[in-house]
């Protein structure tokens, strides 16, 4: 009766055989020891007994488990990873792998001599007097005869496409000694407003979580390759084209791919300051990013041993060890050494790397550079850009390609290097990373599981007096330079793309056309005015300089400024000659025809050679090679305003151009439908020119809007 009644009631309190086979056995070693209780309290005692020995042997055996399952289990906790698929850590995923049409891109071709020398005779024939013209002509002649012919066989026999792998914008920036944030090595771009706005570690966090979601993106090749829709109009210009640009198929679209190159330096890459030219170079460590705030600089990875990201929770949590543990600002921050002229900052920078080398790599080989800056947000457009672009001397690392810039209340920015990476490269992250940080919907109040994936670690230089004393010359150099920048800005409204397009006219060759007639107005002269064309259909793809100054276009000019501008039908018949000399040269200039690049490149090789050539003395055609006005405009797929000009004058004392771009449509894809604008000028301007500006747009639209089409 025992028997039974202890297995009927352990069968029915607990389905566990196990446990019913423990009760028994509890029930039997404690029987006689118990024989004043009675079988029912007994047979209860042993069930509970063995229900809790079962419970615990359980737990310890889960507990084993959860230990192993301990870092998938904290992802699956974290914000945005509740189903976490590989797809999250990507912006998309391409259907073939990025640089799948690399093997297709053709080498840069390189023009003829005569042929580059005839265009640059062409493009100073509006600007100069017919007797210095013939002059140049004559040293144009002698040079194609003798030393040009040698320097030509000298760039032949360069491996191919040495022109466009090693562009001579990139040898001229790495080659540059000025300090890299006075230069157009270096440019700021403001972002637009998003989620975390107002919140600066809320906005730094989503914002490093789309970078990463794009590098890694990049990194694992699910990228969409960088292709240029053609449409059947240009297919066949290209069909007539003697150089070899291949069509393919992606996407239901016809398109020529476009050189990647450039891609792969934008992550974990960074420029060495060597003596005489820097050098580049790209690290395969793909782990950590490396945050600066008041001159600190820590690191944590963002990258586990699987090929994780960090969620943006994490990273969050992160950032606010980081801002605990940096209330003061760094007594000795090596990061402002950065800022030096680049032979100085070489010279220091080895001897830095006496005790200092784990520590330099470290930042060298991040990822990217977060900055945490801790002023105020400066009241005004102008001083918001200085501020992101020089700090407080000291919060940024100017050689690293990518820094990402939060301010105290969440005003973001981007502190690009331009000297490896061409705009186009920026305008395709931007885009996708803006996007990206759009649909967040992280918020401050959503907390972290679990340990991150690794702690945050500040990284420490030992610095001697020497150093400390460069520190601080660094340091004061950066801020004086900071409060002594000119630039101007100016918006104009009313920039009607659509009229102008109905009118088979360029709206960029009206800019362009608006822009040089607002000098001459404000210096009696037509500029040496260049403008990036597009050239990355070639393998190294950059941007060529295209000299833009016509006869057309310098015969309108001076029509409306010096002449009778009341004829509107003839104007507009002479507006339309310029922008069809525009689209040409253009068209020309991508296809690889104009190179300007092609000139400067012998002037390079002759000046490395020692040689002396007259041609390369003279002094008119040295600034018609360097361009003393350079017109630059984002070219959006629709606009609704013209709204926004920067223009920053590039004679500051010996220095050159400074490159600060407050980019903000969807030229760059920032946000508003706006058209963009930059402009770098040698000459010194004021408010005078934005005038001569905004009148020379009035009256080029005017002219547009009571033109009429020929029949013709």
Not at 211 to 230: F, G
Not at 442 to 470: C, W
Not at 558 to 570: E, F, H, P, Y
Not at 683 to 701: G, M, N, P, Q, Y
Request: net charge positive.
């Amino acid at each position: 009766s025992e028997k039974t009644q202890l297995r009927t009631l352990s069968n029915n309190v607990c389905r566990n055989q196990g446990v019913c086979s423990a009760t028994r056995h509890i029930y039997k070693k404690f029987k006689h020891r118990f024989a004043s209780l009675g079988s029912p309290q007994l047979i209860h005692f042993s069930l509970i007994m063995s229900s809790l020995a079962a419970v615990s042997c359980r737990s310890l055996q889960l507990l084993g488990r959860l230990r192993k399952l301990q870092k998938p289990l904290h992802r699956l906790t974290s914000y945005k990873r509740l189903q976490y698929t590989d797809a999250t850590d990507y912006i998309h995923v391409s259907s073939v792998p990025t640089f799948a049409f690399q093997d297709s891109v053709p080498p840069m071709p390189v023009p003829t001599l005569q042929d580059t020398c005839r265009h640059t005779l062409d493009a100073l024939f509006p600007l100069v007097s017919q007797t210095e013209l013939k002059h140049i002509a004559r040293l144009c002649s002698q040079f194609t005869e003798t030393e040009g012919r040698t320097l030509q066989q000298q760039l032949l026999s360069l491996p191919k496409g040495f022109l466009k792998d090693l562009s001579v914008l990139k040898i001229e920036n790495m080659e540059c000694r000025e300090p890299r944030p006075y230069t157009d090595c270096t440019m700021s771009i403001l972002l637009p407003e998003g989620p975390g706005s107002g919140q600066q570690l809320v906005r730094a966090a989503i914002l490093t979580r789309s970078i990463l979601r794009y590098a890694n993106t990049l990194k694992r090749e699910k990228l969409k390759p960088a292709v240029w829709p053609v449409s059947p109009r240009m297919e066949s210009i290209l069909n007539r084209s003697v150089h070899d640009l291949k069509i393919v198929e992606f996407e239901g679209q016809r398109v020529v791919p476009q050189c990647m190159d450039e891609f792969r330096y934008l992550f974990s890459s960074c420029t060495i300051p060597r003596l005489g030219r820097d050098e580049l170079k790209k690290y395969e460590i793909f782990r950590y990013i490396v945050v600066l705030k008041h001159g600190h600089i820590y690191t944590f990875d963002v990258v586990d041993e699987e090929g994780h990201l960090a969620s943006t929770t994490e990273i969050y949590y992160q950032l606010e060890q980081i801002d605990k543990r940096s209330h003061s600002p760094a007594l000795h921050s090596v990061a402002a050494l950065t800022g030096e002229c680049r032979d100085t900052w070489a010279r220091l920078r080895q001897k830095l790397m006496v005790n200092n080398r784990e520590a330099l790599n470290a930042v060298e080989s991040a990822i990217c550079v977060i900055c945490l800056d801790g002023d105020d947000p400066p009241p005004s457009l102008h001083d918001q850009l200085l501020n992101f672009q020089f700090s407080n001397g000291c919060n940024r690392w100017y050689d690293k390609l990518l820094q990402i810039v939060i301010g105290k209340y969440g005003k973001a920015a981007v502190v690009a290097g331009a000297a490896l990476c061409d705009g186009t490269v920026y305008n395709r992250l931007f885009h996708n990373v803006i996007d990206d940080a759009q649909q967040s919907k992280f918020e401050a109040q959503f907390q972290f599981q679990g340990p991150p994936i690794s702690p945050v670690s500040k990284i420490e230089f030992d610095v001697d007096f020497e150093l400390r004393s460069a520190i601080h010359t660094a340091k004061t150099k950066l801020l004086q330079l900071k409060g002594s920048v000119p630039f101007q800005h100016a918006i104009y409204t009313g920039f009607d793309d659509e009229l102008i397009k109905s009118k088979r006219l360029s709206p960029d060759a009206v800019v362009q056309v608006a822009s040089q007639m607002a000098f001459y107005s404000t210096f009696d002269r037509l500029p040496f005015c260049t403008q990036p064309v597009m050239n990355s259909w070639y393998k190294g793809g950059n941007s060529e300089m295209l000299p833009t100054v016509s006869s057309e276009s310098a015969a309108f000019i001076k029509k409306v400024v010096d002449g009778n501008a009341s004829d509107n039908s003839r104007l507009f018949d002479m507006l339309t000659a310029a922008s069809n000399k525009h689209k040409t040269m253009t068209i020309k200039a991508m296809l690889g025809e104009i190179s300007l690049s092609h000139m400067t490149t012998l002037y390079m090789l002759a000046k490395e050679g020692g040689y002396k050539i007259p041609l390369f003395e003279n002094e008119t055609f040295l600034t018609a090679l360097h361009s003393e006005f350079e017109v630059y405009t984002a070219q959006p797929a629709e606009v609704d305003d013209f709204k926004l000009l920067m223009f920053i004058p590039t004679d500051i004392g010996s220095l050159p151009s400074l490159q600060l771009a407050y980019h903000m449509g969807k030229g760059y894809h920032m946000g508003e439908r706006v058209k963009n604008i930059t402009m770098t000028s040698s000459s010194d301007v004021d408010s005078e020119f934005i005038s001569h500006w905004k009148r020379a747009l009035d009256v080029t639209l005017a002219i547009i809007k009571a033109g009429r089409l020929s029949q013709h």
